[in-house]
Every structure is written in structure tokens, then in C-alpha cells.
């Protein structure tokens, strides 16, 4: 009963680390920021596996009883991998499919009877077209009929891991990649990268009023909650006296230990771990 | 009598490389870009240390007979450690020192009689303060009087790397970080990262017209054909018949390939090499 891993190239999966804190108040959660090789989005597909199974591995080793993969760039090209590396028994939770089954099933959050629906993220997220493949699947079996417009907009997550948010720089940077109106009809929208909560409020400025934020980070905590339930790996209320939340990047700099607790929303220690060595 | 070794953390440096090919057509010319694990800007020393030496020992056994550290967080943080690795035979030419002292001693370039100078820079090439300390040093030796005005401006060269120029977005990011005034005074800017002189025109656009440019690639440049000179390392019109460039990088991405073109100028064929083999 190990605590659950959670992974990113670097601070951006905090936002998911947070709200499975909220969800889950009774786990303890180890983080891993891969800060010395991000941002994971302009790398290959390739590069991206190997970082990210050696993680995967490393939360394993760790004692890890779950694993989230709380990268959308990572999510999106090392799945497969990170789940052949850790083994059936660890269960591995992604930011793709639980919010493209939330366009389906509701599960507590408003996702359901979006129909057509905008996806921003890095370039390695948009070119793997994992979100196209979910929704195209889920289409089918389902008999859906949800219609994706996705978009790279690539610089927006330098833009806030460098501080510029409750600032003007990421709506002129979003309204740069979608000034010809390619979102003019969607009724959602997916934040399709893990620091881009933190602007929801500028990308809901530059969208219709009307336009839903669909809340990866909640739907992603839930189901993690549910899988762990699944399989008997929930903590109860009584079962563990205090938890210890762990965050470890692989390198450490002050414009990281700030911007950490930014995106946590709170105090947090961060240690340096080479995965290299 | 190889090729001149030049290095980045990624494609800004093919704008040095792009002036010691004009400056020195007879030369050929092995540029590594460590498109794995760029940027550097936001690194530890530590870690940058370590991409550095890997990387000028790589152009070492590649039979380079200098090396240019064409990236200003490197020669921020690494100059020394770079030095110590490949050994006093081989000369290692920075972006710091021969700028630095452009500002002393005319060398064809009009950087001499500035004297309130602003820098700007990634975090890891401001934090380092080299350029202030060879200020210092130099003010010290030749009863200078050069004053030094540096601010970061990390977001800037992701916004260049992800096409941000010809555009707005660099100019609305240079105003964030500098609407104090902060840079009022000065009569000369340096751009000290390599991925800047493409948004030269924009960093003018925002300064007083009196603010000189100091043109960085191209005293890098000299300073290379200096001290090649010095060294008996200069290759004559008639000593190569054919001049064979090569451009390798960590990692390559159709997003790197397409900017390597426009950062260098011109058509060049990117090869994939992997150092941490």
C-alpha cells in the first residue's frame, strides 16, 4: 500500500497532483518532475519513451502502488510503454482517456453531451493524435458522435511555467494560434496540458461564453480514484494515521522551487533524484 | 586541421555558424545541437556542465580543431569546465569574452564607446553573472567605465524557437520584462542568447533609435578567425578545395529541421546523434 506516483516532464502535473490530494486526502503521493530533460513537447516520440518508462520504473522501485502519468506529451507517446515497463499488476492512469470518456459517460463532471470539442496541448500531444483516436473509438463503440478540433499551441506552457499567467502574454500568445477562428463553434474546450489550468480563465476570455472548460485534472483524480477502488488499492479513512506527500525533480532550481508551489497551491519541499546515475 | 566544432543547447547557434561560414567561407564546419535537452536557460550550472563537456568531447573525437560554445548559458556556466575537457591544444571561443571586450577594443565592429550596456538573457546566462564580472574585470585593467544593465527574459527564446518572429508575441513578452524602464539609459543592447538576433528589429522597435545592436555572431565570429589565426589553425583560399558542413542534434524533430533552415539561412541536412550512448 505504497503511495501513488505521479509524473510530468516537469511542475504542470502538480495541478493533477492537487486535485488528487483534494479527491484523495488519505493517500500519499510521491511526485516525479522530470525538469532536467523538459518540456517533453517538442521532443520525439521516441525521446519521450525513454524518459518516460525510466520514471515509471523509478516510481515502481519506489514503492508505487498506481501510477499517473500526468503529462499530456508523455501520455499521449509513452502509454504503452510506461504500462509494458511497470506491469499489469500497477495500474497506469493517463490524461487522454479518462476525459475523452467523460465526453461519454458522466462521471460526476459536466463533461457529458459535449459534442464538439476543442483540444489545446504541445506539439508531441496534438501530433500523436491520441485524443483523435479515443474520441474516434469511443465514437464507435458508443455510437457518439463527438467531433474534435485540436490545435498545437506550443508555447503556451513555457508562457506560464515562466510565470506569465494572471498576465496579458498567454491571450496574445492563445489568440496568436487561433486568430482564423478554428474554435469559432466548439462547446468545450480541453486544456490538453497539465499547466494549463492555470490560464483557464484567459482561454475562457478568448471562447464564447457559452464555451464549457472541460477540468482534466478532476476527471484524471477521479479516475484514479476509481481504479484503485477497482482494485482494492484505496486508503479508508482509519488505514493510514498521516500521509507523506513526496516531490522529487530531477533538477533542482529556485525558479522550479517557486513555480512548484504555484502550481500546488501550497508549501511543498522539493528534493533533486538523478535517474541518470 | 578539422572542422570548427560549434555547439548549442539547440538551433539558436546556427546564427553564430551562420557567421563564421560568411567569415570564413573556407572553413568546414561541425555544429551540434542538443535538441534532447534544450533549453539550457533554465538549468541548473551543474546540469549544463555536464550537457557541455559531453558535447565538446563529442566534437574533440570528431576531429574539430576549436570549438565554439555558440550558446550564452553554456559559456555562462561551463566555459571552464569545457576547457579543462578538451585541453589547451584545442581553442574553445565563447559568446561572453569576445563581446565583453568589443566594448574596449574596436575589432572592425562598432561596439567601442558604449558605455551604459544592457544585456539580455536566458535565466541560467543572467543568474551566472559572467558578463557583469568581465565588465568588472575589464574596467578593472583598462580604467573602463562601462556600466552593466542585465535582465532575464527566459520567455524569449521559446518564443523565437516556436516561430514567434515577424510577429508580435516577442515585442508584447520584451515589454513585460522591461516596462520599468529599467533598460531607459542605456546607449547599446547585447543579445545574449543566439536565438535573439532574430528579433533584433523588435528589440530596437521597443529602445530609443540612438540604442546601438551589438552584432554578437559576428564578433564571435572574429574573435574565431583571430585566434585561429594566431594559432596557424586558419585554412587559405587554395588549402581545401571543398568546404563539407554537417549539422548534428540530439534529438530531431520536423519542428527542429524547419527551424534549423531559418535560423541558419539556408538549406542544411540534419543528422541525428545520440551522445548518451
Known amino acids: 500500500m505504497g503511495p501513488i506516483g505521479i509524473f510530468d516532464s516537469g511542475i504542470g502535473g502538480l495541478t493533477v497532483a492537487r486535485a488528487a490530494s483534494d479527491l484523495l486526502p488519505n493517500e500519499s503521493i510521491l511526485y516525479f518532475g522530470d525538469t532536467a530533460h523538459l518540456p517533453y513537447g517538442e521532443k520525439s516520440p521516441e525521446l519521450i519513451r525513454k524518459y518516460s518508462t525510466r520514471i515509471a520504473l523509478h516510481l515502481l522501485n519506489s514503492g508505487c502502488k498506481a501510477i499517473v502519468v500526468a503529462c499530456n506529451s508523455a501520455s499521449s507517446n509513452a502509454l504503452e510503454q510506461v504500462r509494458e515497463a511497470v506491469g499489469e499488476n500497477i495500474p497506469v492512469i493517463d490524461m487522454v482517456h479518462p476525459v475523452v470518456e467523460s465526453l461519454y459517460v458522466s462521471d460526476a463532471v459536466p463533461s457529458l453531451g459535449c459534442k464538439k470539442v476543442g483540444l489545446i496541448g504541445t506539439r508531441a500531444t496534438i501530433s500523436s493524435e491520441l485524443y483523435k483516436r479515443a474520441i474516434e473509438s469511443l465514437n464507435n463503440a458508443a455510437n457518439g458522435t463527438v467531433e474534435l478540433f485540436s490545435r498545437a499551441t506550443p508555447l503556451l506552457a513555457s508562457a506560464i511555467e515562466e510565470g506569465f499567467y494572471n498576465d496579458t502574454i498567454p491571450g496574445q500568445v492563445l489568440e496568436a494560434y487561433l486568430e482564423d477562428g478554428y474554435f469559432n463553434e466548439v462547446d468545450s474546450i480541453i486544456l490538453g496540458c497539465t499547466h494549463y489550468p492555470l490560464v483557464?480563465?484567459?482561454?475562457?476570455?478568448?471562447?464564447?461564453?457559452?464555451?464549457?472548460?472541460?477540468?482534466?485534472?478532476?476527471?484524471?483524480?477521479?479516475?484514479?480514484?476509481?481504479?484503485?477502488?477497482?482494485?482494492?488499492?484505496?486508503?479508508?479513512?482509519?488505514?493510514?494515521?498521516?500521509?507523506?506527500?513526496?516531490?522529487?525533480?530531477s533538477d533542482l532550481t529556485e525558479n522550479f522551487r517557486l513555480g512548484a508551489e504555484r502550481f500546488f497551491g501550497g508549501n511543498i519541499s522539493l528534493d533533486e533524484v538523478d535517474l541518470t546515475l
Open 200 to 249: 483557464s480563465e484567459e482561454v475562457k476570455d478568448l471562447l464564447p461564453k457559452s464555451v464549457a472548460v472541460i477540468n482534466s485534472p478532476k476527471i484524471v483524480a477521479l479516475a484514479l480514484k476509481k481504479v484503485l477502488s477497482e482494485r482494492g488499492l484505496l486508503l479508508g479513512k482509519s488505514s493510514q494515521l498521516e500521509t507523506s506527500n513526496k516531490f522529487q525533480v
